[in-house]
């Protein structure tokens, strides 16, 4: 049979660890995750970590799973601790977490799978990962001069509006965004269904009135230009493909561009810029937690250092180093109450009387 014109004899290069009985065992973890209902991301994420210390392992002749220890466990940590990166910087303690986290669930399940005699994992203290507060918050008028970057002339434009106002009013994740399909916006109803969102975790959000209008619009004048067959998914590209998160983000930094606003991130942007400012405006943090999809409340509470709008108005009204000190309306009032209604008389007036024996 002739091979096609053009095309390559390529050679996959052999996995140097697939002979390893870790890496065996670490397969069997991974498909015991996926038979009880772990996402695959969760797993391609999982698998960077373990596979990078199995080739840790690998270098210094460990091999199999029964040769690791806890001092051995120990040692990978302060490697990953005094690890430099080729630009000389250090790994981030997010970093290591990340790194050891998935090795105390593998040991663990190892253990209990009896392929090892106990397990060397589960004294291993993980570095205390910083609370970090969201480094970027975009402001309501530079939110606004983002969507108006978009076009509503064309249908790209229009197309461009409505996900820029979707994802301000909702704040839904990138990978959210990307898999919505037609009927998961109910327009009459005001609210947008997340199918499967992290953690395969489903909730429903509301959606503001001037997000739907705009949505409204794209699936009446727009959309209808994109579809090539019968596409379930709610945005699509000009070939009539679903949208990718991949592509979501390069639109939100095109109109970020055109805005003037040179900040690093893209659509996460939108969803710190939704649960800042709706929570300077008075929501309640569970409400913002049910939006946002957090799993614990302590997630959510990171924007309630950053949502200072009300601390700062207090500031500028107790502090006595402010720059202008007004006297409160109310107690001018009730000065020119107390004067009458000629102030400098009734001063001279009180003057006499303390003259008077």
């Not at 091999?63 to 001092?71: F, G, L, M, N």
Request: with cysteine.
């Amino acid at each position: 049979m002739a091979r096609p014109r053009g095309a390559r004899n390529r050679r996959i290069a052999p996995d140097p660890l697939a002979a390893l009985p870790l890496t065996r065992a670490m397969e069997a973890h991974f498909e015991w995750m996926l038979v009880t209902g772990y996402t695959e991301d969760t797993v391609r994420t999982r698998r960077i970590a373990i596979r990078r210390f199995i080739a840790w392992c690998d270098e210094r002749g460990l091999k199999d799973p029964r040769e690791i220890s806890k001092p051995i466990l120990e040692r990978y940590q302060r490697h990953l601790f005094y690890y430099r990166k080729p630009d000389g910087a250090p790994l981030t303690l997010g970093t290591q977490h990340s790194s050891l986290a998935p090795l105390k669930t593998f040991f663990k399940w190892l253990a209990r799978e009896n392929h090892i005699l106990y397990n060397p994992a589960s004294e291993l203290e993980l570095p205390a990962t910083p609370k970090q507060l969201p480094r970027i918050l975009l402001g309501i008028a530079e939110i606004e001069s983002i969507l108006r970057e978009a076009d509503p002339a064309t249908p790209q434009g229009l197309r461009d509006r409505a996900m820029l106002e979707l994802l301000y009013s909702t704040g839904l994740r990138r990978a959210e965004m990307a898999n919505l399909r037609r009927y998961d916006v109910d327009l009459s109803r005001l609210v947008v269904f997340v199918r499967e969102g992290k953690g395969r975790k489903d909730r429903v959000v509301p959606l503001g009135a001037r997000a739907a209008r705009w949505l409204d619009r794209y699936l009446i004048e727009a959309r209808p230009q994109f579809i090539a067959h019968e596409p379930e998914a709610l945005f699509l590209i000009d070939a009539g493909e679903p949208v990718t998160p991949d592509y979501l983000a390069s639109r939100v930094r095109h109109y970020m561009a055109l805005a003037g606003i040179d900040r690093p991130g893209a659509c996460h942007l939108f969803r710190h810029a939704m649960a800042t400012h709706m929570l300077e405006n008075g929501a309640d943090i569970r409400f913002i937690q049910a939006m946002l999809g957090h799993a614990n409340l302590s997630t959510t509470e990171r924007y309630t250092h950053v949502a200072i709008g009300k601390l700062q108005e207090i500031h500028a009204a107790t502090h006595p180093a402010r720059l202008v000190r007004e006297r409160p309306e109310a107690d001018r009032k009730q000065a020119r109450a107390d004067l009458g209604e000629d102030p400098a008389a009734a001063l001279a007036g009180e003057a006499d009387d303390e003259r008077e024996p």
